[in-house]
């Protein structure tokens, strides 16, 4: 299973330890609980001359999801790994709709408000807010296991599809568009868009076809929201029918693949645009920085023959891949919820007005987002709960639990094990 990470009394990282060697350090009085996420103790006695064995940290960067693992190169055993669940699109659609209330306020039959536009200058590399926000991630989870394990060189995964950008740093204009690779970076997106499978039959394990949804013999394009991927049969079968001719006896597998082909590049995009911010983010680390391609890391895990998860894909990260050892690891879930909201007060789906905002987050000693245990000994709720807190000047919080909301819980009740730092956790 995944490692204990280990500091000193001077809070150096030091080798993870098994579970039960933590265990038997707490119960003898020998450390104590340093953090909860990920679970670190720190000893109470110094170890100037403890050897420490390098790791590597490896980072499979997502729209989404993150996955991250920690290797030693020796042995090939992954000490930790976690699944880091960005809140991009979140960040996105929050923008989203506060554009659009600002708008319908300065449209309406009230006092004229002049829109203001171009009246923030912006830094060089700016990226979205919900772009940043995934770097920003990222930037925080390497700062924070720095802190709490000592490795010595990272490996991102740079690219996906752009083989020939790859290839070719300086490659652009026509080379680009029709070097010898041309028209490969489109059939693996189509290949991962469509689950390599034929869009009309499904066969799978067959050569695949570039088919035109609409074909071009009837003002189709050759955009990419415009093709698909046919086995032999199929496509010869279909011709140069529309697709609703050509499916007519099947209006839901034709609704099926007219939604499929609108399906958004913002996945794509979202980690096309923030991988070599993110590179520049790991050199400034100091330490080595390797990187691999989706199809390196593909490859990897296929040999090895592993599932395809996050974590083991950033396992699977590059060239210095050894034979991994996954036995019994149980990756963290790691979850951005952000630090709340800036706002006085809440608005109804109108713009108005709706409820305002506590100015106050911390009560008691404690703040909104904070994981406690609470142990109740009387009245209704008697028993022991662990969750997020939201507090109250009245001091009676509630707490989110895995069986749900627990309202009424009194404050003094209640013990931190985790302050709040942005992220909520699940193994």
């Known amino acids: 299973m995944s490692k204990v990470f280990v500091i000193n009394t001077d ?79 979140a960040i996105r659609d929050a923008l989203t709709s506060r554009r659009q209330l600002r708008r319908f306020r300065r449209t309406r039959k009230t006092r004229y408000r002049q829109p203001r536009f171009l009246n923030r200058t912006r830094s060089l590399g700016w990226l979205t807010p919900s772009l940043q926000s995934r770097i920003e991630n990222i930037k925080t989870w390497v700062k924070k296991l720095s802190r709490i394990v000592h490795f010595v060189a990272i490996s991102q995964e740079l690219v996906r599809f752009d083989m020939q950008l790859m290839a070719n740093p300086d490659i652009q204009g026509r080379e680009y568009q029709q070097g010898t690779l041309a028209g490969y970076e489109t059939r693996e997106y189509l290949l991962d868009k469509w689950d390599r499978q034929c869009a009309y039959c499904g066969v799978k394990d067959v050569p695949f076809q570039v088919e035109h949804i609409h074909p ?31 499916l007519k006896k099947d209006p839901s597998k034709l609704e099926k693949i007219l939604k499929q082909a609108k399906r958004s590049l913002a996945d794509a995009a979202a980690v096309n645009t923030t991988r070599f911010v993110l590179l520049f983010v790991l050199k400034a680390t100091g330490l080595p920085v390797e990187t691999g391609s989706g199809g390196l890391t593909k490859f990897n895990r296929s040999q090895q023959k592993l599932e395809k998860t996050h974590w083991i894909d950033a396992a699977c990260v590059g060239q210095s891949t050894p034979i991994l050892n996954i036995k019994g690891v149980k990756p963290l879930l790691i979850t951005a919820n952000g630090h709340g909201t800036r706002q006085s007060c809440r608005t109804d789906k109108h713009g108005f007005p709706n ?73």
Request: proline fraction near 3%; glycine fraction near 10%.
């Open 216 to 246: 071009r013999a009837k003002g189709g394009s050759d955009s990419i929201t415009n093709l698909t991927l046919s086995c032999e049969k199929c496509n010869t079968k279909k011709g140069t029918k529309d697709i609703k001719d050509f």
């Open 355 to 427: 409820r305002y905002c506590s100015r106050t987050k911390f009560h008691f000693g404690f703040q909104t987002g904070d994981i406690v245990k609470s142990v109740v000994k009387t009245g209704k709720k008697v028993g022991e709960y662990i969750g997020r807190i939201a507090t109250r000047a009245t001091g009676s919080f509630n707490i989110s639990t895995r069986n749900g909301l627990l309202q009424g819980i009194s404050y003094k009740t209640c013990k931190t094990i985790h302050k709040k730092d942005g992220y909520s956790y699940s193994n």
């Open 11 to 89: 809070k150096q990282p030091l080798n993870p330890i098994h579970s039960a060697q933590a265990r038997q350090l707490l119960r003898n009085g020998k450390a104590a609980v340093f953090r909860r996420f990920p679970f670190t103790i720190i000893l109470k006695e110094s170890r100037p001359d403890f050897s420490v064995s390098p790791l590597r940290l490896k980072i499979d960067p997502g729209a989404k999801h993150t996955g991250i693992a920690l290797i030693n190169d020796t042995t090939g055993e992954v000490v930790f790994a976690a699944e880091l669940k960005h809140r991009g699109f």
